[in-house]
């Protein structure tokens, strides 16, 4: 590993990411701290808070790379599919197919939580909006006569429902509401909210 004197602070920042995932993957996320990742790249301590403000700046913007991933699936999956139906159903389990074979990366964005209750900063939001954008697509076309705020509404309704099935299955607790398979208790519940998408 390269001294500071051989990297730019731009080069730091990429290194400092790659071994955020790296401690995450291998430890978990609640392992993380920012003198392991010193540590992992050569640096101190205080070279990095040259280049993030502090820890949940460092978290944010590893997020903002899985924010980048799940997008690039959707839009992938997206592309697969014509009907809006479908497409939301394939988004549906995209994501789940996402929470189970990357399970740090989901760990790392929905548990993170902002120290001293400190608001998440504005620069994140539209990372997450445009994941928001490619579900409110085909649900304006399923609601022809809604507004664009029921619409987006609709899509954050949509996204809670798909991410509660897949928080139930993470944590292992499907089994409590004897639930069948997760593919089929997804399917279900997709089938009753696209039904009722369409009747509203």
Known sequence: MGRRNDHSR??????ALAATFEIVTEQGF??????????????????LYLIFKNLDDLILQANVHNLEIIYQILQQTEKKQKKPEQRLLAFAHAYLHFT????????????HRMQNNEPVPEWFEPHVSRLFSLLEAPLAQLMADAEPEQVRQTARAMWCAVHGVSTLYMTEKLEVVGSESVQNLLD???????EGVKTA
């Open 10 to 15: 731009e080069e730091i920042r990429e290194l």
């Open 30 to 47: 609640h392992q993380l701290s920012v003198r392991k990742i010193a540590s992992a790249i050569g640096y101190t301590v205080g070279s």
């Open 100 to 111: 189970i074979e990357q399970p740090y990366r989901w760990q790392m964005i929905f548990e």
């Open 188 to 194: 279900r519940l997709m089938g009753i909210f696209l």
